[in-house]
């Protein structure tokens, strides 16, 4: 299969069936019951209600159960072995790698059959995937994220001198590249790119993590976010921008930045804005909920907490305002170290503001065209990867079966591989 990339090897292309099935039309957010799912291989080639003679497929009964594309999540950090993010700039990258192995196979065993990382995992990551050395989400990478001097991705703490430190030799951490000036930026840009990128991450904004920015600052000047829109574009790609505030948030959505980190902070004329420049909203309500119930044990500033405090209050507001607004909110989640095991605790928490129908799509078929994936992922249509999901109850109703995906999901297939299944 392909994951993301390059072409998996060794995995054999059959033909398989799913009948009785009850598909959820992502595009459509409605469920077409009584279906039957022809697989070839990696792909779905058919999906119908119609009658279809499908004895030379291998066939699997999901006795009316509903069907799911498989789930996407959009801003994951996959190398976030540790939620020191200083100590892990610091481990030596091979070290980093093996523990991103077990991040990427519980995170598919979750249900999420794709992840963007939002920086940290590069090329060979994703080509361990791709050639299943590692079992994981297909994996679209941002390599490392791109911040000015003292922005949210220098990790340096303010007793170093210098740029040597983290920013030259960094492993395979969270650690972004330090880039002042057009030109530097620009540098910076075309050098993720020479390295695999498949879409460019910058720092546009205070972060909670960060020792030395505040919340509601800017990064980066207009020119320099240009540059980085611009050098992303000429290599096809977009650019992701990690923002909270309304100014943080409009300047970046005005340089042509596509997607919206976070953005806890926005406002209705920041939406507004948004919705005018076509950009999409990737809230994290995860992290800052996980960070909330265990930072100070974990050894996180008073000044840290009090910025985690100040975002976590306006999270549900972003997306309440960016759902009026008709921006399209993407699920993301944006977990460290063992807090990873919160991933599916998103749904129950965008639950508050978002309907389940609107919470899957963004999951989904939104997520997919943020990728620049559509028909591809998102989707359970002809042509798409066979990444899908069978799972117990309605989940236009609900997601409770997916705050539990060890036993809410009954079938879990990537690329028409069976990862696992329950049925029997
Ligand atoms: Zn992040």
New binding site residues.
Partial sequence: MRVGGAAVEGRAPERRALLNATVFDSARGSLRPRCTLVIEGERIATVTDEPLQVDDAARIDVGGRVVLPGLIDA?V?VVAASHDLAALALEPASLVGAQSSRILREMLHRGFTTVRD??GADAGLKEAVARGLYEGPRLFIAGRSISQTGGHADLRPRGVRGDGYFCACAGLGLAGVIADGVGEVRRAVREQVRQGADHIKVMAGGGISSPSDPIDGTQFSLEELHAAVEEAEAANLYVLA?AYSPRAVTRAVQAGVRSI?HGNLVDEATVRVMKSHGAFLVP?LATYAALAEEGSRLGWSPAMLDKLAVVRSRGLDALRLARAEGVPVVFGT?LLGHMHGRQNSEFSLRGEALPPLELLQGATVHAARLLRQEGRLGELVPGAWADLLVVDGDPTRGLSMLAEPATGIRLLMQGGRVVRSSLG
């Fill in positions: 801003h950090h939002a920086a990690h980190e994290t944006d």
